[in-house]
């Protein structure tokens, strides 16, 4: 796709006139639009922000709950307002790489966003149902190679973290496992534990009490070191699996053009409410990591999953259809 053609698929998202970026920010509320429903792990973190931003800059922080299209309609709707004062707290994939799956989707993220902080992160799990006799990642391959066609992997959709880190594993080995999408990772969780599904790669905390409970059992973790909560469990980077740490996580972005002033002391503020320790204690508890970083941080992180999940979209035809 060239890039005339992404900047006339992006233009519907974002208005004309310049952002109304004033000198005295916030001179009325603060709109956070989230991406999915209240008491979800993102609308946690957005909330404790919202009250230790209210503290800070003495304007309300109003949370607005936009659930759907995986994250992206809350995004849409932040770009779409274009008034100074509205952000977005959206996870990867709305946030990086949506649009390489989906040419249709109303914004570029690493063109159309200001990255401002990465609030949180997890891993992903490689988990499986207990029932089936592997063990380990090795095990799990060679089962595949033995049994084609048997086994199906589940994810939230094409394209979504979850079925790119299968999509991937899949080809580099050449394994013919069947993709299964799903409402919603619950519901993912439930077919493995009952073991109408074979093989997942689901965020840590979706699958941490089913792994305690033995109700399903976990071969390895995407992140760049072993979890606390699972200590037994490699990395897939210690199997020697190519590629890159792979997390879900939470950001905070603003629209193109927010002020690089504004961009650092939201940052800034952002860090210290991840770091309050009511916001430190329940993104843990769901099996995040509460961070808090730089705009560069975030930016950065945008551009290696856009790099490295662009070429593997590419090498693979992935599309909305797949």
Not at 206 to 215: C, D, I, K, N, R
Not at 242 to 255: A, E, K, N, R, S
Not at 277 to 295: D, I, K, Q, S, Y
Request: proline fraction near 9%; glycine fraction near 10%.
């Amino acid at each position: 796709m060239t890039a005339t053609r992404r900047a006339a698929l992006a233009l519907p998202a974002l208005a004309l006139a310049t952002p109304a970026w004033a000198q005295s920010w916030p001179e009325r509320p603060v709109r956070i639009t989230v991406g999915f429903p209240a008491g979800s792990t993102p609308d946690i973190a957005a909330r404790a922000m919202a009250v230790h931003l209210e503290s800070v800059l003495g304007q309300p922080m109003v949370v607005d709950n936009r659930p759907g299209a995986g994250g992206s309609i809350a995004v849409d709707a932040m770009l779409r307002a274009n008034d100074g004062h509205t952000l977005a707290v959206t996870i990867g994939g709305p946030g990086s790489t949506a649009r390489l799956v989906n040419p249709q989707l109303p914004y570029d993220p690493p063109v159309d966003l200001a990255p401002i902080s990465l609030l949180a992160r997890l891993p992903f799990v490689l988990a499986v149902t207990p029932s089936l006799p592997v063990r380990s990642v090795r095990e799990l391959i060679e089962y595949a190679r033995a049994n084609p066609g048997r086994l199906n992997f589940g994810s939230i959709g094409v394209g979504t973290l979850g079925h790119l880190v299968m999509a991937e594993f899949n080809a580099r080995h050449s394994l013919d496992m069947t993709h299964v999408t799903y409402r919603s990772v619950p519901q993912s969780v439930t077919e493995i534990v009952a073991g109408r599904l074979e093989v997942m790669a689901a965020t840590a905390g979706a699958v941490l009490g089913q792994l305690s409970a033995g109700e399903a059992r976990a071969l390895a973790v995407t992140g760049e070191a072993r979890m606390t909560q699972l200590p037994d469990v490699p990395t897939l980077l210690e199997l020697g699996e190519p590629g890159i740490p792979v997390y879900g996580w939470i950001g905070l972005f603003g629209p193109r053009g927010m002020p690089a002033e504004r961009i650092a002391r939201l940052a800034s503020e952002a860090t210290r409410a991840m770091a309050a320790p009511e916001t430190n204690r329940a993104l843990t508890t769901a099996g995040f990591e509460p961070l808090g970083t730089t705009p560069d941080a975030l930016a950065a992180l945008v551009r290696t999953e856009v790099n490295h999940w662009g070429e593997v979209i590419r090498r693979l035809d992935i599309r909305p259809e797949s």
